[in-house]
């Protein structure tokens, strides 16, 4: 055992596995060690509620003239607050996590470390992840495991990828080609997933649709009279905001945020320098 201190079972205490239904069906307790001894299989790393049928798989690989391999069960994962993770909770699926835009190297960065000594660090290959990994780092308690963490590493992966490894997204969503590489450098920080993309691009395209807050619609109003039709430029915020600032004497916050808000619909985001060349209308009130 690799993860355990040695386990010995009482195969006779342990009732006799089905290993062919009547159908003629062969079960995971036959076909799992058939598939290993041919395979060649060193080792099983597999989940502690396996512990038991190990000695019977054990004396079956035995008894087929095969090598057992080494044995090491980890903890089973729980929720959160401790809760048992079940098998019918879809949300935790792979497919539903793919839906919900959880990127593969995010997933298996966050799984390759859970349950060890070593940081979760977000890897850019598996060949990365099996450089660092050593099962004698990964302990026995139970571990907890939250979904919310995958979103973080997803972000960071994509964050970090060329353009060309998003063009399929971009083109889905309507970018331009000429428009792409400028687009993604610009959003590929400010997103979680590849899904929000589209928000970004539909807010370039068609402006936001944020209401601005009362207190500030008239400034605001007043701002966009002075801003001429795309397309704009590097240049275009700046000289924007300081045309602005001379009309109506705000600075600082009190002029940038507002003027942030109603030409994104964010609060925050990328530099508003890079955002201007992007617009493909001239903002409005809503």
């Known amino acids: 055992m690799l993860f355990r201190s040695p386990v010995s079972i009482d195969a006779a205490s342990v009732s006799d596995p089905v290993l062919i239904r009547q159908d003629g069906q062969v079960l995971y307790t036959l076909a799992s060690v058939v598939d290993d001894t041919e395979m060649g299989v060193t080792h099983v790393v597999r989940g502690s509620d396996h512990v038991t049928n190990t000695a019977t798989q054990i004396q079956i690989i035995e008894a087929l003239g095969g090598t057992p391999p080494a044995f090491a069960h980890h903890s089973l994962l729980t929720g959160p607050g401790g809760e048992a993770l079940s098998k019918r909770l879809g949300t935790l699926s792979l497919r539903d996590l793919r839906a919900r835009g959880v990127e593969p190297m995010a997933l298996l960065s966050l799984m390759a470390r859970l349950g060890s000594s070593a940081p979760v660090e977000l890897r850019g290959s598996v060949d990365e992840l099996v450089e660092g990994f050593d099962l004698s780092r990964f302990g026995a308690a139970p571990t907890k495991f939250d979904e919310a963490d995958l979103f973080p590493l997803t972000a960071r992966h994509l964050a970090g990828l060329p353009v060309e490894a998003v063009a399929e997204s971009l083109e889905a969503i309507g970018v331009p080609e000429a428009l792409r590489e400028r687009f ?103």
């Open 184 to 286: 993604w450098t610009v959003c590929r920080e400010n997103i979680v997933t590849l899904d929000d993309l589209e928000g970004w691009w539909v807010t370039f395209r068609e402006g936001p649709t944020t209401e601005v807050p009362e207190e500030d619609r008239d400034f605001v109003a007043t701002a966009f009279d002075l801003l001429g039709e795309p397309p704009y430029d590097e240049a275009t915020w700046s000289e924007w905001t300081g045309r602005v600032k001379e009309a109506t004497g705000r600075k600082g916050k009190a002029l940038f945020m507002p003027l942030r808000l109603a030409v994104t619909g964010r609060a925050r985001g990328p530099e508003m320098a890079d955002v201007m060349p992007l617009l493909q209308v001239r903002p409005r009130l809503g």
